[in-house]
């Protein structure tokens, strides 16, 4: 939608950030839900690597006692950033987006904005938030983290909360366009105070919504790429345009991040830095692009080919993305090198997965 002309009009803001990014045309997210997205976003690990449990609810932020990893030891990037004496700041937009839940971790400043009615913060309250911290930032550096909800499903919140008979589609391009003029706000508030030019500008989505591909409607239900594959911009300084090719994932972005401080992973982040991408290089990065949820995994391989295993209802599927970018006819049956890519996908599941003792990981809705 970002690139898309026919909707050029919804999405000023958003385009304009585009014409001075760093467009990643083959980006991936690592879960067609917002949990298992995030996790893995910021813990550098994948679903299957942590450990979720049960636990009492949160009687600050008011987070419901269903399965999240608040036990699960992992160090998130924003822990590393906080460590080093950067200040980490999330307004969070749901109860859960806040360090005790264990989904995002290692803010220094946090707040679950609420608006009112609302199960979750409405655009224009987060916004809020944000650029009264900005305005009040001086000299140093600064992590901040910001996630909008307005464009998800079943998306009648915002912009759309008088157009419940509009079409589901409709009702999320105008969430979008909600967004994207708050987007353009925390731009002006940036370049108002001086920060834009010192400020690497990052966008994306934590999945996608499908309107009827696959016979799927909304998010969470699939792997297919209507769900995985999303926008990301990079707008850093100096940093001229370009589009890149090369594929990605959003579990790439905590080393991102990190280099950006002039900070080093750990050894468990499976991403890779894109730093090199904005210094006009081209590195062939070397890890998976995988994505998990609901005891579903998919691999996509560096020739264009999709594996997609469920392990719920025991299917396999395999696509050949190049020619058929859809996802519309399974060849796993047919193809020679079927087998060999299962393979690879369940030897690296069984080096990576977590090993902790009668625990099995689970399936979470």
């Known amino acids: ?34 949990v298992y997205s995030l996790t893995t976003l910021f813990a550098g690990t994948y679903f299957s690597q942590q450990f979720w449990s049960k636990g009492a609810p ?22 590393i950033l906080k460590s080093a004496g ?72 915002g912009a759309a909360r008088k157009m419940k008979k509009h ?18 706000r925390l731009r002006r508030t940036l370049e108002k105070s001086g920060l834009w030019e010192r400020t690497v500008f990052m966008i994306s989505s934590d999945h996608g919504e499908a309107f009827g591909e696959h016979g799927n409607t909304r998010h969470s239900v699939s792997l297919y790429d209507e769900l995985i594959h999303v926008p990301l911009l990079v707008r850093a300084p ?9 594929p990605v994932s959003l579990i790439d972005l905590g080393p991102t991040i990190l280099d950006l401080f002039g900070r080093a992973p750990l050894p468990q982040f499976l991403g890779q830095s894109l730093v090199p991408f904005l210094r006009g290089q081209d590195p062939v990065l070397t890890r998976p692009i995988i994505a998990e949820g609901r005891l579903k995994k998919s691999w996509i391989f560096r020739d264009g080919f999709k594996l997609i295993v469920d392990d719920r209802v025991n299917t396999t599927e395999l696509y050949d993305l190049n020619s058929d970018p859809k996802e519309d006819h399974n060849i796993f049956e047919d193809h020679p090198s079927a087998a060999q890519r299962l393979g690879t996908l369940r030897r690296f599941f069984r080096v990576h997965g977590i090993k902790r003792r009668r625990y099995k990981v689970p399936f979470r809705r």
């Open 1 to 34: 939608m970002v690139t898309d002309p026919q909707h050029a009009r919804s999405v000023p803001n958003l385009r304009r950030l585009a014409r001075i990014s760093t467009q990643f045309a083959e980006a991936r997210t690592n879960g067609s839900q917002t």
């Open 58 to 79: 949160d009687k600050k932020t008011r987070a419901t006692p269903r399965l999240f990893p608040h036990a699960d030891k992992t160090v998130h990037f924003p822990e």
């Open 86 to 157: 950067i200040p980490t700041v999330s307004y969070a937009s749901a109860s859960w987006m806040v360090n005790s839940v264990g989904v995002i971790r290692g803010l220094s400043e946090e707040k679950f904005v609420r608006s009112r009615k609302q199960t979750y913060t409405l655009a224009p309250d987060l916004t809020r938030a944000a650029v009264k911290r900005i305005a009040s930032h001086g000299e140093g550096p600064l992590f901040l983290y910001l996630h909008y909800l307005d464009p998800h499903a079943p998306c009648d919140r």
């Open 167 to 184: 079409p589901p589609f409709n009702r999320c391009l105008a969430e979008i366009a909600y967004v994207d003029k708050h987007i353009g």
């Open 238 to 246: 100096q940093v001229p345009a370009r589009v890149v090719k090369e």
